[in-house]
């Protein structure tokens, strides 16, 4: 990701980074992100926001499926955890108004549908991370988890969730 | 679940919709909900409540086991989501005091011993999600994740955490 | 571990019995715990302290590797369960200089790397609950939440995280 952490230094705004990764994935990342149940995509108390577990969905379709190790490379993957965490940050951005408002992410846990062999989930998850630092800086530095999972929703390949610490209490 | 969505209309108390959806499940969840090891059910610090992963336990037995999409069917993991959900519920009633306590569900993961191929994670999900909504209103509304796993305590079915807003700080 | 319950009578000083569980398991966990990518161990919000995923590593070799129930003995999943926490523990000292700063541990989330019927996955986790409980005390009591998954990041056997209410809040 040279490119990005070039257009790090480049550009101030949060939100133009964000413009510019999703055109790197070429996704928009500005439609609705709904949820089907009795649920809700993010959650605010006080100045923590909840974020529900994403996968790598476009619209409705979830772009990356299966395996990773079996039917799906270390690339790929990254790929996929990248457009989780963009979907995460997209939801942030509608709640919160602007990237601006998040003060600190604090957890992100990423869930990788992968062999039984495939050990390099921290590598998954790298692709994520990234993000939030090339988009948020230091403001993106958080605490993380990675796990191989037997099964996903959807068959998806990456799923994972967020708590993020905004700058002003919800009301 | 309509009958239980028509029971929210008709019944104003948490507490009484609780007793409902314990009498449809067929339990009672008045019971002791005790832990094994050196860790708690409950912990509130400030507003914040987390509730230890609860299996379909019933007294001293799991009701729900075995991997779903093999050995156990949808319908019989949705119904081992309700009932470990319901035990969060008696849980909080417990250290609250009340249901009415309850400001807001702020996060949910649901574990589910699954097959390879059973991608239906959500879907089994949902039965606890319903659970929240209809026992807790708007209040119920929860972010959430559903994934896949390969085992479970004493091979539960199904297994969920939570972590719930108190409205008022623990003394 | 009689002994070390014996020991925690007989100790008033948390970091006092941190250096003897670390004595008895043969590692110091003096040294720096870094993190490969774009995170970091340890972000505080608030009073509210997370901490990332630790695997039974020491110094850079994980030393606890493979599938509980397979390769690897409910006792040396329980000692690996040991070493990642106290690898928090020993994060959390120094994050904030103590552990007697520690308000309460809130939150642990245990993953197990497991064979397709092994199933005391609690059985693991009391490996770590029972570490907190002889540093801690009371303070020490969590909530927790076990699962067997499929693998872990370096073919770790063992996996858990962590939240922490720090007694101030960060400056």
Known sequence: MTDLLLREDMENSRDARFKSVAAQLGHSFDGDIRVGGHYAPVVQHGTE????????????????????????????AQTAAKICVMRGLALLRQTLGSLDQIERMLRMTVYVQ????????????????????????????????SVGVFQLPKNASVELDLVAAAKTIAG
Chains 1, 2, 3 share one sequence.
């Open 49 to 76: 926001v909840y974020i529900s577990g994403q996968v790598p969905r476009v619209d409705q379709t979830v772009v990356v499926t299966g395996r990773v190790g079996a039917d799906v490379t270390l690339p790929q």
């Open 114 to 145: 992968c062999s039984q062999d495939f050990t390099e989930l921290s590598e998954v998850a790298d692709g994520a991370s990234d993000v939030l630092h090339v988009i948020l800086g230091e403001a993106g530095v958080h605490t993380r988890t």
